[in-house]
């Protein structure tokens, strides 16, 4: 057992020694909740992501025979301008939320709602059906990105407390309680040694009389 903090062996440093370890202890235990806390929040974003996942590859898959349908059996010069010249158009908004201390950006995609206008123009009756379920997908996909914005940050954050976690479980608190424990005994030893000498002291006192 040595002194790794090199602190002089006294009773004021020993009591700040002691208010040291407590607050490192109490930060360390803050910590760990934040870091199991993290830990639960990342579990649950990585399911969410293979959700929307999921979700993205079922809509595209379905969404490819209406595509098609619509392609062929519409106008085909009105279909190809609808392409390079939509009647619908797409908004898309910036947000943010919270967990915990971190700040996570949040994206949303808004589309305008006069879909049935495409009734008019010469295009298949599958088209509208096929753009609100397009629509869906362009969400979803929003929602991904959002997920996975979410699930780095956190990953990020988490692997920063994990490194303060274990350096102070492993590095700080450990050399604390070395040094707290060297200067007790050191402490201790002198106050047997004081003793040993008062007690000589007093039968040389005796003897003397």
Avoid: C, W
């Avoid at 006294?10 to 934040?34: P, T, V, W």
């Avoid at 379905?62 to 301008?81: D, G, Q, R, V």
């Avoid at 629509?135 to 914005?149: G, H, R, T």
């Amino acid at each position: 057992m040595g002194n790794p903090l090199n602190i002089n062996p006294n009773r004021m440093e020993l009591m700040k020694l002691s208010k040291r370890l407590l607050l490192a202890k109490r930060g360390h235990r803050l910590l760990k909740d934040k870091q199991d806390n993290l830990m639960d929040r990342f579990t649950k974003v990585i399911k969410d992501v293979r959700i929307i996942r999921r979700e993205i590859e079922r809509l595209y898959k379905e969404l490819k025979i209406p595509y098609f349908i619509s392609k062929h059996i519409s106008n085909a010069e009105t279909f190809n301008s609808f392409r390079y010249d939509p009647v619908v158009e797409a908004s898309i908004t910036g947000s943010h939320s919270r967990v915990m201390n971190l700040i996570i950006p949040e994206l949303t995609v808004k589309f305008s709602e006069n879909i049935d206008a495409l009734g008019n123009l010469n295009l298949s009756s599958v088209f509208p059906g096929f753009l609100k379920e397009f629509f869906k997908l362009v969400n979803k996909i929003a929602d991904l990105i959002n997920a996975e914005k979410k699930m780095y940050l956190i990953a990020e954050e988490l692997q920063k407390v994990r490194r303060r976690v274990n350096a102070l479980e492993y590095i700080f608190i450990p050399k604390l309680e070395e040094t707290h424990n060297y200067i007790t005994m050191q402490l201790e030893e002198m106050e047997r040694e004081n003793n040993t000498r008062l007690m000589k002291i007093k039968d040389i006192v005796r003897k003397a009389k």
